[in-house]
């Protein structure tokens, strides 16, 4: 289990999706304010840092760091805080299809989306 733990924690071992940097950069281009809010359980950055990802973001939400985990409505206000915008403001996606997945979203007055 502690194998499985170590490679799961690994940061050399993930990767973002191919698409996220160029479409962070046209996001951000376009003047659209960009984060990421993770209930991911370890720093995560130099993932981002080592994909040219990291300097695109303008807020980066780690429930590890904030104490606050999703679906908690807190934690979103936690990242619409640090993106500088009203939760009314904040569109959240999510990386993964789930029902209900944007419940949590529309409780703390954001919109959300699941692909």
Same mark, same amino acid.
């Given at each position: ?5 170590d ?25 659209v !304010? ?10 995560? %950055?130099?993932? #981002? ?6 300097? &695109? ?24 805080? !640090? ?5 009314? %403001?904040?569109? #959240?996606?999510?990386?993964? !299809? %789930? ?5 949590? &979203? ?6 959300? %989306?699941?692909?």
């Amino acid at each position: 289990m502690e194998a499985l733990y170590d490679c799961l924690t690994n940061n050399d071992a993930w990767l973002p999706y191919p698409e996220t940097l160029p479409v962070l950069e046209a996001l951000s281009a376009a003047g659209v !304010r960009t984060g990421v809010l993770s209930n991911i359980g370890w720093d995560i %950055r130099p993932v #981002f840092k080592r994909a040219g990802v990291l300097d &695109q973001l303008n807020a980066v939400v780690l429930s590890c760091e904030v104490g606050l985990a999703k679906p908690d409505p807190a934690v979103l206000g936690v990242a619409c805080e !640090r993106l500088g915008l009203s939760a009314g %403001r904040v569109l #959240f996606g999510r990386a993964v !299809r %789930r029902l209900g997945a944007v419940a949590p &979203q529309r409780s703390a007055g954001a919109t959300g %989306r699941s692909p």
